[in-house]
């Protein structure tokens, strides 16, 4: 059963515009984090949400956690190539123990 | 460097031999864990260790074995490969003994890609 449902599962779009990934569960957590892994390569950590309704930004990347603590969103303004990468939200139920979603796969072409 | 290392990168071996997968870290992390990626389950926790000689086990922890005697080294072994268990496999540290509040970064190695025929 995938506690995290992410969508879309994929997203392919020009340089220069915008794009929004969410992050949906019917659980609580007690906080959320957001990585983003490249080909042949591990998952590295972009930011964690801990309180309802907080906001965080990463230069053009905009984390938002759901005031119930149940969903997120990242929002990416103006894409660059560079975003280019499977986007995973992982939710945190206990120390050690994360939810990860599916994840989404991101394109930004020139 | 420092850092986390997984060896091997690649693999591929055939059903009912055993395969361990290596996991070593520089940082004297605390916990460490092992993980299993596949198209359209993402990350799924097979095993985790709090410290030497510490393990517990994830969703997902059948057919899997874990030790950990030393700090740095947390190797995963598939006593006798099964197809199912083709996956691409990652190792993770921590350092930090949260409380729950979603402070704790994970470090990723780099995969191991293993295909059981």
């Known amino acids: 059963t995938q506690l995290l449902e992410q969508s879309p599962q994929f997203l392919s779009i020009q340089e220069g515009e915008n794009l929004t990934v969410y992050c949906n569960s019917s659980?609580?957590?007690?906080?959320l984090q957001w990585y983003r892994q490249e080909p042949g390569e591990g998952p590295v950590l972009l930011v964690t949400?801990?309180?309802?309704?907080e906001v965080k930004k990463l230069k053009r990347l905009t984390f938002q956690f759901g005031d119930a603590r149940k969903d997120s969103s990242l929002h990416i303004t103006a894409a660059q190539p560079g975003d280019t990468g499977l986007y995973l939200c992982a939710g945190v139920f206990s120390w050690g123990k994360l939810q990860f979603g599916a994840g989404t796969q991101v394109v930004v072409t020139p | 460097d420092a850092g986390i290392t997984q060896s091997p990168r690649y693999k591929i071996t055939e059903t009912g031999r055993q395969v361990t997968l290596m996991c070593h870290q520089t940082?004297?992390?605390?916990?460490m864990f092992w993980y299993r990626q596949d198209l359209g389950h993402g990350l799924r926790l097979i095993y985790y260790?709090?410290?030497?000689?510490?393990?517990d086990k994830g969703e997902v922890p059948d057919g899997y074995v874990v030790s950990r005697s030393k700090t740095e080294n947390f190797p995963l072994t598939l006593e006798s490969a099964t197809r199912s268990q083709t996956s691409v496999y990652f190792c993770?540290?921590?350092?930090?003994?949260?409380?729950?509040?979603?402070?704790?970064?994970?470090?990723f190695g780099s995969g191991t890609q293993l295909s059981v025929l």
């Open positions: 659980s609580v957590f007690s906080s």
């Open positions: 993770a540290s921590s350092g930090r003994q949260g409380t729950g509040t979603g402070v704790e970064k994970l470090f």
């Open positions: 260790s709090a410290a030497a000689d510490i393990t």
């Open positions: 949400v801990v309180t309802g309704g």
């Open positions: 940082w004297s992390h605390s916990y």
